[in-house]
């Protein structure tokens, strides 16, 4: 994933853009960067690894570095960017969230017509947002250029351009998967994924981008350069996993729809499973906590927490490239509470359940430290394939997914054709699904949160959302 944030303004804006972009930071955990517009020395950037520490703490020096009344910033999940471009169209800065499927057949496209080339990274590959600006730039403008991008990429490309004189301009990908929300104040116009990150520096939200809408906004004013399509497909995942607690989507507070979330799973444990022996109800932390909460409230089962994240110096558990660091940082990161679980019948809720070796740790963990039983609830369907539209799920191909690579132990390959029959956990098959997946993860009993569910939690029109990774469904 991705996030960025920009702002065009009458006063120097690069402190806003810097606490902008870093309330961005859970959307990605690679690259961090920086560009700015200012009158006199022009355009500037800077980019940072930032896997290994947070985003504040490599640009803690920005404010004495870089200055401008225009600025843009990013976090990263793949590539180093803003990239700084110089084309026919002027130069410019250039943001880019998203996913090019058909990145290959597009570079040998334009190589073969244009004789142009490509920075190439380590392996050949290309930058994604250099590959979009080069898109772009085949174009007489930045508007047509832009639509141009939209139409011939396979996946998704929400993009975030910061022209030299100081104008932006934003378009939302052609379906709308990931928002673009403008807002306001006395001085100036902000872009941003996350709405909370604008309104939090005194920003009015205005309005959210419709899907493939286009727009160029300067201190004063914004103009619409093409208009919105009239199909959506926002990602639905946004408010059950990796969208921040504070952000609202298309009018849909993520903390509310995940207790909403949790209310409804925890009404139909009631209606199938009656009354379990349970005396707390938990969140994995920290997107599934919400979710607890909602279902505590609505099964009379207190909340409590068995264990909590230490995350004051150990902020992220992928530090080491070595797996057996990376398990060893994150078991480092449970601090049991013993009171909590020893003899204790415990029901967590987790936001997902992907791969599940981080979840069968967790367990483990628990039993370890004198858990009775271990339930677990996941807040969303089973994940039956990896996304090709956001790639938010890191798995590389469908049969990482633990849902998978179980129904291939039952079925083999015919299996794979009763995948809406895996989903439901009213048929035969999905039952043995959730009995053999509760056996791999030590759980007393397992159940996934239904389709029909999240998108009643969710609470817009189903045909608006795009629920890909649970049943497959394209465009």
Known sequence: MGGFFGITSKEDCVADVFFGTDYHSHLGTRRGGMAAYDEKIGLQRTIHNIENSPFRTKFEHILDDMHGTSAIGSISDSDPQPMLIRSHLGTYAISTIGIINNADELIERHLASSGVHFDAMTGGAVNSTELIASIINQKSSFAEGIKYAQEIIDGTANILILKDGGNLIAARDKYGRIPVIISKNKSGHAVSFESFAAEKLDYTIVRELGPGEIVELTPNSYEILSPAGKEMKICAFLWSYYGYPNSVYEGVNVEVMRCRNGEIMAKHDKETNGDMKLDYISGVPDSGTPHAIGYA???????????????????????????????????????????????????????????????????????????????????????????????????????????????????????????????????????????????????????????????????????????????????
């Open 297 to 475: 409230n609505a099964s009379d089962v207190p909340f409590g927490r068995p264990f909590i994240k230490y995350t004051p110096t150990w902020p992220r558990s992928f530090m080491s490239a070595k797996q057996s660091d990376r398990k060893k940082v994150a078991r480092m990161k449970m601090i049991p509470v013993k009171d909590l679980i020893v003899d204790k019948h415990l029901l967590f809720v987790d936001d997902s359940i992907v791969r599940g070796t981080q979840l069968k740790e967790t367990v483990d963990f628990l039993y370890d430290c004198g858990a009775k039983s271990v339930h677990m609830r996941s807040a969303c369907p089973p994940i039956m394939f990896a996304c090709k539209y956001l790639n938010f799920s890191r798995s590389n191909s469908d049969m990482d997914l633990i849902a998978r690579k179980v129904i291939m132990e039952l079925e083999g390959e015919e299996g794979f054709n009763h995948i809406e029959e895996y989903s439901d956990g009213n048929t035969e098959r999905g039952k043995k699904l959730r009995k053999t997946i509760s056996k791999k993860l030590h759980l007393a009993s397992l159940d996934f949160q239904s389709l029909e569910g999240i998108i009643k939690a969710i609470g817009i029109d189903p045909c608006k959302l795009c629920t890909y990774c649970w049943n497959g469904k394209e465009n």
